[in-house]
């Protein structure tokens, strides 16, 4: 499975030459959409989705949800152009752009359309909506709505594939040591220790490469968070020496020390935890699917919200939102508004979460998911998490300085650098990412 798969949050970084072509593309205006883009003919709009869902359950589903919106408005005809995973789709957005052939809309994180919206390619939600507040909007959960605005304030994105960060193990090791399921970091590092031997290390995790920042990056994010910190200030500077950060990269190392953390790759965790070779694997809701696949029947798969730390409850916000290029025909730009808002109506976000094991953007969706919570009765916490979940500022530099971030945890656990210094070194390289823009 590709590092870039969608359902795991794996962001590539936007590369120079990427945001140039981008750029280019504004300086010579934002001509007519090509033929991927369709038009009006014979009273029929037609529209393109550049999207990632083309795995598993999520093609299917994606495909349903367009089929049912499609029979509600039988004028417009929705095209989904389907990528392999992000990375592919960050680069065929960025040439379509330069081809002057962008799809109407695109699945995109903020820190892409930050870029695109510097270099006028899509529009601000407003234009199309016709205000800066739709009426949905006030019924997302906050930490999906805080992520929908750019710098300057304006309302550019619309959610679509949601997910937090949970907590899956192995409830029969646990039994089996005599522990319940740890409430805090603390006692998480403890009770990993005790979990650990010779032919079992607790939890294993890929912090990704500096090019693409994987779940152990967004565990140590996670545990700064949780100690009261934050990666990086509301303005995207990084603030990776703070105590908490090293307090977070010390627990790691701890943990190193104590054989009970390895890093490895391609979702060790996952295949840690299903080989009862690790108790614990930490990632996104959205990888549900994968990780019951992976142990099968070999035992049932638990599933728990992560632990606290000082400051809290604390989680990483994962996956992509909705934005519009700006060379959609005003015919186009009302056709895909009304697919976007069918997307994030309640019935249909119940449909798409039962179907993918993404979360629902708005609690209006629960009663319509009785069925699939029963059988997953770890949903509605994942999902109150969407409340308080914490997103990366919007800055085309956040995703090369978190790729700092997997240079100091591999530093850290594989080589012994104590963990101030490998965060002192990973600061100067995120602020001069920050300084190249």
Not at 97 to 108: D, K, L
Not at 168 to 177: G, H, Q, S, V
Not at 390 to 401: C, G, I, N, Q
């Given at each position: 499975?590709?590092?870039?798969?969608p359902?795991?949050?794996?962001?590539?970084?936007?590369?120079?030459?990427?945001?140039?072509?981008?750029?280019?593309?504004?300086?010579?205006?934002?001509g007519?959409?090509?033929?991927?883009?369709?038009?009006?003919?014979?009273?029929t709009?037609?529209?393109?989705?550049?999207?990632t869902?083309?795995?598993?359950?999520?093609?299917?589903?994606?495909?349903?949800?367009?089929?049912?919106?499609?029979?509600?408005?039988?004028?417009?005809?929705?095209?989904?152009?389907?990528?392999?995973d992000?990375?592919?789709?960050?680069?065929?957005?960025?040439?379509?752009?330069?081809?002057?052939?962008?799809?109407?809309?695109?699945?995109?994180?903020?820190?892409?359309?930050?870029?695109f919206?510097?270099?006028?390619?899509?529009?601000?939600?407003?234009?199309?909506?016709?205000?800066s507040?739709?009426?949905?909007?006030?019924?997302?959960?906050?930490?999906?709505?805080?992520?929908?605005?750019?710098?300057?304030?304006?309302?550019?994105?619309?959610?679509?594939?949601?997910?937090?960060?949970?907590?899956?193990?192995?409830?029969a090791?646990?039994?089996?040591?005599?522990?319940?399921?740890?409430?805090?970091?603390?006692?998480?590092?403890?009770?990993?220790?005790?979990l650990?031997?010779?032919?079992?290390?607790?939890?294993?995790?890929?912090?990704?490469?500096?090019?693409?920042?994987?779940?152990?990056?967004?565990?140590?994010?996670?545990?700064?968070?949780?100690?009261?910190?934050?990666?990086?200030?509301?303005?995207?500077?990084?603030?990776?020496?703070?105590?908490?950060?090293?307090?977070?990269?010390?627990?790691?190392?701890?943990?190193?020390?104590?054989?009970?953390?390895?890093?490895?790759?391609?979702?060790?965790?996952?295949?840690?935890?299903?080989?009862?070779?690790?108790?614990?694997?930490?990632?996104?809701?959205?990888?549900?699917?994968?990780?019951?696949?992976?142990?099968?029947?070999?035992?049932t798969l638990?599933?728990?919200?992560?632990?606290?730390?000082?400051?809290?409850?604390?989680?990483?916000?994962?996956?992509?939102?909705?934005?519009?290029?700006?060379?959609?025909?005003?015919?186009?730009?009302?056709?895909?508004?009304?697919?976007?808002?069918?997307?994030?109506?309640?019935?249909?976000?119940?449909?798409?979460a039962?179907?993918?094991?993404?979360?629902?953007?708005?609690?209006?969706?629960?009663?319509?998911?009785?069925?699939?919570?029963?059988?997953?009765?770890?949903?509605?916490?994942?999902?109150?998490a969407?409340q308080?979940?914490?997103?990366?500022?919007?800055?085309?530099?956040?995703t090369?300085?978190?790729?700092?971030?997997?240079?100091?945890?591999?530093?850290?656990?594989?080589?012994?650098?104590?963990?101030?210094?490998?965060?002192?070194?990973?600061?100067?390289?995120?602020?001069?990412a920050k300084?190249q823009?």
């Amino acid at each position: 499975m590709s590092l870039f798969a969608p359902g795991r949050r794996t962001k590539p970084v936007l590369l120079a030459t990427a945001t140039a072509l981008v750029a280019s593309f504004a300086l010579a205006g934002c001509g007519s959409s090509g033929s991927s883009n369709g038009g009006s003919a014979n009273g029929t709009t037609t529209i393109s989705f550049m999207e990632t869902m083309a795995a598993s359950t999520q093609k299917s589903v994606m495909q349903k949800l367009t089929s049912d919106f499609e029979k509600a408005n039988p004028k417009i005809k929705v095209q989904l152009i389907v990528q392999p995973d992000y990375g592919t789709l960050q680069a065929k957005e960025t040439a379509a752009v330069s081809a002057h052939n962008a799809p109407t809309i695109a699945q995109m994180y903020p820190d892409w359309a930050a870029t695109f919206a510097k270099s006028q390619v899509i529009l601000p939600v407003s234009t199309y909506a016709g205000t800066s507040s739709p009426s949905q909007l006030g019924d997302f959960y906050a930490g999906v709505r805080n992520e929908l605005s750019l710098p300057d304030g304006k309302l550019w994105l619309w959610p679509f594939n949601k997910s937090v960060e949970v907590m899956y193990d192995n409830p029969a090791m646990l039994k089996a040591k005599g522990l319940s399921y740890p409430k805090t970091w603390d006692e998480f590092a403890t009770d990993a220790k005790k979990l650990s031997n010779g032919n079992v290390v607790a939890i294993s995790t890929d912090p990704g490469t500096p090019a693409a920042p994987a779940g152990g990056t967004i565990w140590l994010e996670t545990l700064d968070y949780a100690n009261g910190g934050t990666p990086f200030a509301k303005d995207g500077t990084p603030q990776f020496t703070s105590p908490q950060m090293v307090k977070a990269l010390t627990l790691l190392a701890q943990m190193k020390k104590d054989g009970s953390l390895t890093l490895g790759t391609n979702y060790p965790g996952e295949t840690s935890l299903a080989a009862a070779k690790g108790a614990f694997d930490i990632g996104s809701s959205a990888g549900y699917y994968y990780e019951n696949q992976a142990v099968g029947k070999k035992f049932t798969l638990g599933t728990n919200d992560l632990p606290t730390g000082p400051a809290g409850q604390a989680n990483v916000l994962q996956g992509t939102d909705i934005g519009m290029f700006a060379s959609a025909s005003k015919a186009q730009q009302a056709a895909a508004w009304k697919y976007m808002q069918f997307l994030t109506q309640p019935a249909n976000q119940a449909t798409w979460a039962a179907g993918t094991g993404y979360l629902p953007v708005t609690a209006k969706a629960l009663p319509s998911m009785k069925a699939y919570v029963a059988q997953n009765p770890w949903v509605p916490t994942s999902m109150a998490a969407l409340q308080n979940a914490k997103a990366d500022p919007p800055y085309s530099w956040v995703t090369p300085a978190e790729g700092a971030l997997v240079v100091a945890i591999q530093a850290v656990v594989d080589k012994g650098t104590s963990p101030a210094a490998a965060l002192a070194a990973a600061q100067k390289t995120a602020l001069a990412a920050k300084a190249q823009g």
